[in-house]
T-cell receptor, first 114, second 110 residues
Framework: DVKVTQSSRYLVKRTGEKVFLECVQD?????MFWYRQDPGLGLRLIYF???????EKGDIPEGYSVSREKKERFSLILESASTNQTSMYLC?????????????FGNGTRLTVT | AQSVTQLDSHVSVSEGTPVLLRCNYS??????LFWYVQHPNKGLQLLLK??????LVKGINGFEAEFKKSETSFHLTKPSAHMSDAAEYFC????????FGTGTSLTVIP
């Protein structure tokens, strides 16, 4: 089974802090994704990566950046955390062939910015 | 571009009775379709997928879904609900990207 591991289940950070959310997958998937999930808004794509050092903006990239230095690891960075970034963050991966291969999700990181 | 409509935001059933969660999509292609389940404070788990093979797709935990191209629907069913089925369910369509429905919350009454 594919395992997608997010390093933290819960995080509390202060406004203005730089925040790193880490995600690791163990199935050698080419593609990795970061979503945020908010009540009433559903899942929204922040960034995705289709190869090491490659990335594409999703629907809501503002205030975020990403890093993919190794195939198995995809990091989401909040450059200067703000209260409106309080959310559930979900990492996912899938195989090459991209949108015909199902996404495999981690358990999520619930981030609170105070 | 695709869109996905989950017709019910909330469904309640009694334990042991059938479950029907409805999903319609708009598509100009032959998309891939998925159903996911999310339990509280967890990630999304794949229940089943349709990728242009058989129109009736069987998934995990007794769930199945039928792809009806003429109706652009992909409804999720289960013959007999269990308490552990209480969760949020998402219909997902993909072609050039993944499109998520807004979710259906399933309550199972003992």
């Amino acid at each position: 089974d594919v395992k997608v591991t997010q390093s933290s289940r819960y995080l509390v950070k202060r406004t203005g802090e730089k925040v790193f959310l880490e995600c690791v997958q163990d199935m050698d998937h080419e593609n990795m994704f970061w979503y945020r999930q908010d009540p009433g808004l559903g899942l929204r794509l922040i960034y995705f990566s289709y190869d090491v050092k490659m990335k594409e903006k999703g629907d809501i990239p503002e205030g975020y950046s990403v890093s993919r230095e190794k195939k198995e690891r995809f990091s989401l960075i909040l450059e200067s955390a703000s209260t409106n970034q309080t959310s559930m963050y979900l990492c996912a991966s899938n195989e090459k062939g991209r949108f015909y291969s199902p996404l495999h999700f981690g358990n999520g990181t619930r981030l609170t910015v105070t | 571009a695709q869109s996905v409509t989950q017709l019910d935001s909330h469904v309640s059933v009694s334990e042991g009775t059938p479950v029907l969660l409805r999903c319609n999509y708009s598509s100009s292609y032959s998309p891939s379709l998925f159903w996911y389940v999310q339990h509280p404070n967890k990630g999304l788990q794949l229940l089943l997928k349709y990728t242009s093979a058989a129109t009736l797709v069987k998934g995990i935990n007794g769930f199945e879904a039928e792809f009806k191209k003429s109706e652009t629907s992909f409804h999720l069913t289960k013959p007999s609900a269990h308490m552990s089925d209480a969760a949020e369910y998402f219909c997902v369509v993909s072609d050039d990207q993944f499109y998520f429905g807004t979710g259906t919350s399933l309550t199972v009454i003992p």
